[in-house]
Structure formats: C-alpha cells, structure tokens
C-alpha cells in the first residue's frame, strides 16, 4: 500500500462488504497495518459473519447487524490490546467476513467406474454425477483448519477436495443401500440424503455443512445399457413365433397390394406357398377312433359247463383298405432378400414364379432350414431349373 491507502485508512470508520462475486466463501477486509480506529462502524448484513483475528487467534464473532467499535461490545479483542496501548489507541487485528449462505453451485461426478456386486447382473461398474450444496456453520473452523491468511478464499479451492471425498463415500453408500441396479432410480432420493448427512458429519471439524445432496443419474457402460435395452424389445415384442407370423402376413399384404408384374408375380408366389401348405393340412388323415372292447362272457349270460370247443381251420385276415393317399411329401421352405429385406417362405414354385417377375435371379441370396449362410441362388445346384428359361446376364461387350 501507498502514500494514499494510508492516508485514506485514517478515514475510514466504516468496516462492510457487499459481496459481487457470488462465489468467494470468506473475504478480509482492507486495511492499512490492519488499524481499526475506535469507535469505527461495523456492518455485518444476513447471510455473513465478522470475525476480528488478532495474530492468528480469533478474538471476536458478530453476528448480523451493526456495531460500534468499543470496549463493552468487544471483552475479548479488548483483554488482548487493550491493555498494552490504551483502549484509546487503535487495534491492530484483522477482519474476516465470512459468507454463510448457501452456495450451490458445486458439482461431483465419478471420474473411474465405480464396482459394485449386483443380485441380478453379478459385478457391475457404474457411474454417477449430481451436484451439492455447501454451508458455513462454524466460521471460527473454516478458518483455523482452511482458511488461514487466506485474502479471499473461494470456492474453486475447497471444490476437488469436496469432490473426492464424496467418491470416497459414494461406494460405500451404494452397498450398504443393497438396492438393485435397476431400482437406484427410486432410492436416489433417499441415498442422498444418506450421503449428505454421512458428509456433513465429516466436515464438521472444517466449520463446513452439506445441506442438499443431490444424484442426478447413475449410469452403467454402454455395452450394459444396450444388452438391456435388446432385452426390454424382446419383452415388448411377446411371443416371437407369432411375431414372426405377423411379419409374413404383412409382407403378403403388401405384395398383393403393390401393383405391376413384380407385385403380382411375388403374390402369385407367395399365394401358391399359402394354397400348398393349405392342401398338406386338408389331405392329412384322420384318425378313426376305436370301437369300444366288449367283455366276454357278457355280464348276465347263464353260466355253462365247459365243453370242447370244436375246431376250425384259421381264417384269412381281410386286407386293410386304404383310407386314401398319403400326404404329400413335405417341401422345402426358402427366403429370399429382395430389396434389401427378407421375403418368403417360398416353396419351388413360389421361387419360380418370383424368377418370372423378375424379383429373384441367379445373384439374389436365398436360404433354407439346414443351411449355414445365405447363398446365391445360381451357385445352388438344386435351384438350378427355376432358371432354365432365363437367359444369363449378357457377357461384357468390347
């Protein structure tokens, strides 16, 4: 300080700060060789404390409201100097207004996974980010144990410290909840209030409370996430062989639908597929049922003295009549990708009727149950007449 700080320290009587930052936690204030003349003006508005600091001891707390600077209203600070220059003289002691609002701006997040054993998904990692608030309960701590000479202590030096003992914490609290994964939504509330009390306790030596805390998400690794995600569409999706019937008919609908040569050659196609499998269920035979045994002798009949029975030559067991044709043989079911999606079941003639519409040639990838990988059509020995009365593609003219 200068020639004029000096000069203007000697005028001024009024000890106040109006905090503009909104995120400085304590602040001391100005003043040259730390003289505060007697009978100087103390303000102290809501949401501050003042705490006079003499040599690094604190001498005296106000609370909010506004003071003159006298010996009766400051005992202690006035046991320590007084004596030694008059209560006349001025004291040499710092002022340290400290912020007791609540500051709410802090935010935490888990840098690494944190592991955690899960009834339903075994061992897990997980993530998690909020925020939090922070207050000032005990001015006096805060700056013996944080603090210290500090001009202007803020929020950015206490944050990362804050931020990893909630890490610290947050593991823990997550086990002793024995909440399964999929239910820590519901208990993010009530976790957090765990952790804020859990918090608070520990930072009681710093003067400092956390009065909110807050989980905003907990989050597993996105390879989890979509496993899960599959499985819930697999829910929703109910049975699959009915799913898949329901697919098939709506591919039918749209191909009866689709006007032009193509449309009609794929409904043909799939119509004969439907009119086949139609036909094996009707010429299935019927079983006949039995006719009930009788009992031999039947009841009620007089009862005889047995007498040699008198032999005949065996007859000849009449031959069985057929009861029809058998069933015809059942035949081969192929898919086909048309279009960039997969259409069918297809049996031979439905393939050739698609062949003729020109929506199946040699290139086109088929399958069929007992078949490991989609094939071209052409390269399959047994589809080999479907394309008899197609011309191959033209070779490349020179």
Do not use: C
């Amino acid at each position: 300080m200068g020639l004029w700080d000096k000069v203007k320290g000697e005028f001024i009587d009024i000890i106040e700060w109006l905090d503009d930052s909104r995120d400085t936690i304590v602040w001391r204030f100005p003043r040259y060789q730390n003289e505060i003349k007697m009978g100087a003006k103390l303000v102290v508005r809501e949401s501050q404390v003042a705490v006079f600091v003499n040599e690094g001891q604190v001498a005296d707390v106000f609370v909010p409201g506004t003071y003159t600077l006298q010996t009766q209203n400051m005992p202690i600070l006035s046991t320590l100097k007084g004596w030694k220059y008059g209560f006349d003289s001025p004291w040499k002691a710092e002022v340290y207004y400290v912020n007791t609002r609540q500051f709410t701006d802090f935010k935490w997040g888990t840098q690494n996974p944190v592991m955690m054993r899960d009834a339903e998904f075994g061992m897990v990692r997980i993530r998690a980010f909020g925020a939090y608030s922070l207050r000032v309960v005990h001015p006096e701590n805060l700056l013996k144990q944080l603090v210290g000479t500090d001009p202007q202590f803020r929020t950015e030096e206490v944050s990362e410290f804050l931020r990893q003992l909630i890490v610290g914490h947050l593991g823990p609290a997550l086990a002793a909840a024995q909440v399964p994964v999929l239910d820590l939504v519901g208990q993010q509330l009530m976790i957090g209030q765990k952790l804020a009390g859990v918090l608070s306790q520990e930072l009681a030596e710093y003067g400092i409370q956390i009065p909110k805390f807050i989980i905003e998400n907990i989050s597993l690794p996105p390879e989890v996430e979509e496993a899960i995600d599959k499985r819930t569409s697999m829910g929703a999706l109910g049975n699959l062989d009915q799913y898949t019937k329901f697919q098939a008919a709506n591919a039918m609908e749209a191909a009866a639908n689709n006007q032009g040569g193509a449309g009609e050659g794929f409904g043909l196609g799939l119509g004969m597929a439907a009119a086949q499998q139609v036909a094996n269920t009707l010429n299935r035979p019927q079983q006949q049922p039995y006719p009930p045994q009788q009992q031999y002798p039947p009841q009620g009949a007089p009862q005889y003295a047995p007498q040699a029975a008198p032999q005949y030559a065996p007859q000849a067991a009449a031959p069985p009549q057929p009861a029809g044709p058998p069933p015809l043989p059942q035949q081969d079911q192929w898919f086909a990708a048309i279009n960039g999606a997969q259409a069918g079941p297809f049996d031979a003639a439905g393939l050739g009727a698609a062949v003729q519409a020109g929506q199946i040639n040699r290139d086109t990838l088929v399958w069929k149950n007992g078949m490991a990988n989609w094939t071209a059509a052409g390269q399959l020995p047994e589809l080999g007449g479907i394309f008899a009365a197609v011309p191959p593609p033209l070779p490349p003219m020179g």
